[in-house]
């Protein structure tokens, strides 16, 4: 039976102060082309030793990290003792997750744009994965922005059909009592200025809690992961740190419900300092209904990655404190650029 108070203390837990979470959900062709960056191959093992350095790292897990977005073949892991994966997450205080769509597949009839798959048999890999440890979820949900001023996209049918998917996959979480996040991600990549950014989220985001509200999604067991509102990655005109800060808090504020126990943003291709500077500009200056912290996968990895370059756990782990503390400082709005210098 549903337990909303269960779905709402995880959900706080999720967003817990100076805390926020590791997305590590990458699926294997993602890790693969992560891993071909510091030119190591994509076996079972490495992607095993490469996240199980991650979830020993101390004191990262235990003091910044609330929760981390497993993959499927993750959830199932054990290191070398026995220890399962998900189980070291555990015993940090941190709470497993898994993602559980399966894909952004091509989106028929509107070329260009994407639908997210995943909702066939979802009920009983829920239950399987609540057996398994996990106590939330994410479903990823692409919109991609037109190149060259086309209005055209994202076309409404396509913010409509992922929303409703996004909804539906939200009350079959619910009703496994795992916490479902929900992440509608509006791409940054293109070259559209930082006002179309916020147009198409803030719709989107409009669209998503209609559905979420006509499918019965209770809130207060939810968690919302958007895009911040920035500028496209080519767009020639990039705005100020204080103006993402800025139009991303009115987007939110106009399209968010206090009743969202909180907001985990994703880092969608920005760099690591502008990613963790964002989040901490918003948390210092504005007075907001619901706590805001990170959900990053690659701005919390790539420079851990980096430094681990397939088996130097000491300069990975001492990577991952380092980002895992920024970010965690930046949920706080406590963050600035010195602390990453004195770092250096
Ligand atoms: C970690 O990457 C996730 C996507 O993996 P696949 O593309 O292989 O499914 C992704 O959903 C991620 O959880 C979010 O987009 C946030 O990651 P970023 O890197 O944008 O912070």
Redesign the pocket.
């Known amino acids: 039976m549903m337990d909303l108070d269960q779905l709402n203390e995880i959900a706080l837990r999720m967003v817990a102060p100076g805390k926020g979470i590791l997305?590590?959900?990458?699926?294997t062709?993602?890790?693969g082309k992560r891993f071909e960056g510091i030119g190591l191959e994509n076996t079972e093992t490495n992607r095993r030793n490469w996240r199980e350095m991650l979830f020993r790292t101390e004191p990262a897990m235990s003091e910044h990290i609330s929760g981390v977005?497993l993959?499927d073949e993750t959830l199932r892991q054990s290191s070398d003792d026995g220890t399962r994966l998900a189980e070291l997450i555990a015993k940090a205080g941190a709470v497993p997750g898994i993602?559980v769509?399966t894909?952004?597949k091509d989106l028929a009839g509107a070329p260009g744009e994407k639908i997210t798959e995943g909702l066939d048999g979802l009920r009983d890999r829920l239950n399987e994965y609540y057996e398994l440890g996990a106590r939330f979820a994410?479903w990823?949900a692409v919109i991609n922005i037109g190149a060259n001023g086309d209005e055209s996209m994202p076309s409404q049918y396509c913010i409509g059909v992922n929303t409703h998917a996004l909804a539906r996959y939200a009350a079959l979480c619910q009703e496994a009592n795992i916490v479902p996040i929900v992440?509608p991600?509006v791409i940054m990549e293109g070259d559209h200025d930082i006002e179309r950014c916020f147009e198409v989220t803030e719709y989107t985001l409009r669209k998503l809690y209609a559905e979420l509200f006509d499918q019965g999604v209770v809130l207060e067991g939810t968690v919302l992961?958007p895009n911040m509102v920035i500028s496209g990655s080519k767009c020639a005109e990039q705005a100020s740190r204080e103006e993402v800060a800025e139009l991303t808090v009115q987007c939110l504020m106009n399209t968010v419900p206090a009743a969202v126990p909180g907001i985990a943003?994703?880092?969608?291709?920005q760099s690591d300092e502008d990613?963790t500077a964002h989040l901490s500009i918003m948390n210092e200056g504005f007075d907001l209904p619901w706590p805001m912290t990170f959900?990053?996968?690659?701005?919390?990895?790539a420079a851990p990655l980096k430094a681990w370059n397939g088996s130097n756990v000491e300069a990975g782990q001492a990577a991952f404190n380092h980002r895992a503390r920024m970010n965690g400082l930046a949920s706080l709005g406590e963050w600035n650029e010195s602390l990453e210098q004195a770092a250096e």
Do not use: V
């Open positions: 997305a590590a959900d990458e699926s062709g993602t890790i977005i993959y993602k769509d894909g952004a994410k990823r992440e991600e992961k943003f994703l880092s969608g291709g990613a959900s990053y996968g690659r701005a919390l990895q």
